[in-house]
């Protein structure tokens, strides 16, 4: 071996490691895991099917084009194919829409906290992040994003229900600041939870994406539609936005399999919509149990609860773990509690009302 290595570029030094969820530990009591906002239920009827069928040609590589998806996707939400883009999960598009818009010296606005990617896609491009802290109620601040930008911006996320906190932002309030965003900035609508949103003032981004040229919506088919393990997300999003999608995307990214099983899952919508409605119910019974125990939480409409715990956020998660539920914590901050199995849920109240006690 030499003794000199590879230079690597310095942005690099700068990028916070990725903490995916904990999975549940072998061996331990029950084991659930409930650190990943993932979804509890099996693959939606026929979408096993597709994927084993699609797996027979592994030796193969998938439609590049993703043609029959976009397809789907264009007719369901009434968007020109031209706008739609692929790529593997949906931060993996997000990762192609720092690269295409921001650089060094360039900065992204996002708030804080929010999806952990953020902060890593930004540095990995060698663009500089602005984080603007939530408001005390764990929500976007909008005012404060509008003020944080400058000529420097290239590029906002919101999102929208936010990753941790499941706060949302509503339609009035969103579209007064997509109004005096300047028409240069690109504008992310991350919308990875959209489909366990019961409030009614929330907006769906693909109308508010429809007459505005700097808005781009994000979707996964990782959260609601229980596809994470296969890496498929999309955009929607005006030209030229949509051709950078496709300029950087990763030769091939989305596999067959993650392709079919993503058209197959869009055609199982009933049993979706059951699924979703379960979970959204779950979750209410979750959120009044824990202000029965005298927890006082954001709102949220993801699949997810957000505990504000501060320094006693690993303390709460390891009381968790010696139970048998692995939720997320984020040190001095709070804990994230996916909405799982029932049986899970109930593990993970037992544990949230003995600790509530100490507090
Ligand atoms: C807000 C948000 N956006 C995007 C993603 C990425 O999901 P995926 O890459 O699986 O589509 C997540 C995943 O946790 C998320 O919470």
Redesign the pocket.
Known sequence: MTEKTPKLRAALEAVPTYKPGKPAAPGGPVAYKLS??ENPYPPLPGVLESAVAAASTLNRYPDMACAGLMAELAERFGVPLSHLATGT????V?QQLVQSTAGPGDEVIYAWRS?E?YPIITRIAGATPVEVPLTEDAAHDLEAMLAAITERTRLIFV?NPN?PTGTVVGRAELESFLDRVPGDVLIVL?E??IEFIRDENVPNGIDLYRDRSNVCV?R?F?KAYGL?GL?I?FAIAHEPVAAALRKTAVPFGVSQVAQDAAVASLRSEEALRERVDALVAERARVVEALAGQGWTLPVSQANFVWLPLGDRALDFAAACDRAGVVVRPFQGDGVRVTIGETEANDIFLRVAEEFRKEL
């Open positions: 990943s906002n999960g949906s931060v993996g997000a999806f990617a999102c990753n991350d990875a939870y994000l996964t990782s994470a890496r997300g």
